[in-house]
């Protein structure tokens, strides 16, 4: 090309020449009697001057080539976005000690780690780190002394939700941790906390004394001190003929209580407290006894079931009833007494005993009866 | 007469912060009247090593070394420079800089203007100065320093780094971390 041009670019003193996607910036040296070339940029063709002439020559070409660049451009955008890195901050007051021979790092005195993407924090005295050197993956981790944690869940379903209720409302962690130790083996598959433990959660309230959680399996188990024992919160399942709409002040149906362990299954949606089980429902003031309760979990995180086996005892407003199984059913707010049932109801001076009584959870829907094939005692005490 | 008193005092003892405080500062020794005074003499592409029991632990390779004899100390100009660990099977730790004095009987080598050490381990640390204490072993400085790994950067007040135990302590760290996709 430039054999052809040559007498003209001698006459030249400036040139701009393109190969294919390349652009140079060209100067003749008459002294050298040669084209002293920069590179100055890339240039996609059918931009170019000559290329524009092609360009009209294949309109339907053109069109479809800039569709295709504006697609990829736009996709890869927004897979960008989806696909972008996390980071992690971790500050500390005093020093990072990083022990380059084992792949271990301990940072002291007011440790702050964050989140990026989802603003999550971790506060801590002391923080112990390992990590796998050819992967670069955390492997093993430990914070110890006035452990602190705001877990936020990811942004993009805070978002959703919080559109729902209120577009401009800043999202609030949805758990705050408290503990003195905090441990997490990625080996084990293991996050364990340990000391004072506290959970405040959007879902669920935990005080204990150790948490140790599978994550492989997704099971946990929560104990509490010698002698003292495990605290809980949960929320149940509004009745299905009362559904309200989610708003910000919308009140949960609380159900509280203490137990000497708890068993939790996340595949299962299953949580056992076992040992004492003491339980407050917080919409009648409510309480029941037993020796073991298993909860069962709806996909919103409330309790859908609950059952009770072994010395059950309710203490209602109204009414006292006794049994050695007692299975509640929040969706259609029913109890189901199984085994030496007995029911008293001091307003209406009733008390039924069977080997099997269903009622209601409401006091005041007063409707207890037997089941069909169950024979009923019924006392009724006449002034 | 007692606000003269104390006046003189604080004032001493400021002039005592300020000398221990600065009289490290490599770049200023260089300026020193005495070095002008004395002439050195010039090496060009010099390499130097360092031995303990025929084993090498450190070889500085320079563009110029200047050496003063009477002060036993040695300026050098663009440095390369590798700590050997004791275990052979061990990476070295290898450093760069602008420039460079090392002192004879303390064995200490300072090196500043855009030091840069590359860790066994691959990571990087880059900083303004930097010293090198061959007796104890460490390297260590009192300036701000950067340690930058294909998915980490920690930025620190300043560091000390143990060549025999491999133990890097940075004070008051900030570290940025970057999580796989």
């Known amino acids: 090309m430039i054999g052809t041009d040559l007498p003209r670019l001698r006459q030249l003193k400036h040139v701009i020449l393109r190969f294919g996607f390349q652009e140079f910036n060209g100067e003749w040296s008459a002294s050298h009697k040669m084209l002293i070339c920069r590179k100055i940029n890339m240039v996609i063709p059918y931009s170019s001057e000559n290329s524009n002439l092609h360009g009209h020559r294949y309109p339907l070409k053109a069109a479809c080539f800039r569709f295709i660049c504006a697609g990829l451009l736009v996709g890869l955008l927004m897979i960008s976005q989806s696909f972008a890195k996390d980071t992690i901050i971790i500050t500390s007051k005093k020093t990072a000690i990083i022990d380059k021979t084992r792949g271990t790092a301990v940072w002291r005195d007011n440790v702050v780690v964050v989140r990026k993407s989802t603003g999550s924090k971790l506060i801590t005295d002391l923080l112990s780190i390992a990590r796998d050197a050819i992967r670069e993956r955390l492997i093993w981790a430990e914070a110890s002394g006035n452990v602190k944690a705001y877990y936020y869940r990811s942004p993009a379903d805070d978002h959703k939700k919080l559109f729902i209720i209120k577009p401009d409302l800043q999202p609030a962690p949805h758990s705050i941790i408290t503990c003195d130790q905090a441990t997490y083996s990625r080996k084990a598959a293991l996050g364990e906390l340990v000391g004072s433990v506290h959970i405040q959660s959007q879902d669920f309230e935990l005080q204990a004394e150790k948490i140790r959680y599978d994550y492989q399996v997704e099971r946990g188990k929560i104990t509490a001190k010698v002698g003292e024992k495990v605290r809980f919160v949960f929320y149940k399942k509004e009745p299905s003929d009362d559904p309200q709409p989610p708003s910000i002040n919308q009140v949960r149906q609380k159900i509280s209580g203490s137990a000497e362990e708890i068993l939790v299954n996340r595949l299962s949606r299953k949580i056992v407290l076992q040992g004492v089980v003491f339980i407050i429902d917080h919409s009648d003031q409510s309480q029941f006894k037993a020796d073991r309760t298993d909860l069962f979990f709806d996909e919103q995180d409330e309790i859908e079931t609950a059952v009770a086996n072994g010395n059950f005892s309710m203490n209602q407003p109204g009414r006292i009833s006794r049994s050695d199984r007692a299975k509640f059913d929040y969706d259609r707010e029913e109890v189901t007494l199984t085994g030496n049932a007995y029911v008293k109801e001091e307003e209406k001076k009733v008390e039924v005993t069977s080997d099997r009584i269903q009622m209601y959870i409401k006091v005041n829907q007063g409707i207890i009866r037997g089941v069909d094939d169950v024979p009923v005692k019924m006392e009724i005490e006449i002034d | ?181």
Do not use: C
């Open chain 2, 1 to 181: 007469m007692k606000i003269l008193t104390w006046g003189l005092i604080i004032s001493l003892l400021i002039s005592v912060l300020y000398l221990t405080w600065f009289s490290d500062d490599p770049q200023q020794n260089i300026q020193d009247v005495g070095f002008k005074k004395e002439k050195p003499i010039l090496l060009k592409d010099p390499e130097l090593f360092d031995f303990k029991l025929d084993k090498m632990t450190m070889q500085v390779k320079a563009k110029t070394a200047r050496v003063y004899e009477n002060k036993n100390m040695m300026l050098l100009s663009k440095i390369d420079g590798n700590v050997y660990s004791e275990d052979a099977a061990k990476k070295s730790t290898r450093f760069f800089a602008k420039s460079g004095r090392i002192k004879g009987k303390s064995k200490l080598l300072t090196v500043w203007g855009n030091v840069r050490v590359l860790f066994s381990d691959g990571q990087q640390l880059f900083t303004a100065r930097l010293n090198l204490d061959q007796k104890k072993s460490i390297l260590y400085n009192r300036v701000s320093v950067r340690v930058v790994s294909d998915n980490e950067k920690i930025v620190a007040n300043h560091m000390r780094y143990n060549l025999k135990t491999g133990i890097l302590t940075l004070s008051k760290p900030k570290a940025t971390i970057d999580m796989g996709l």
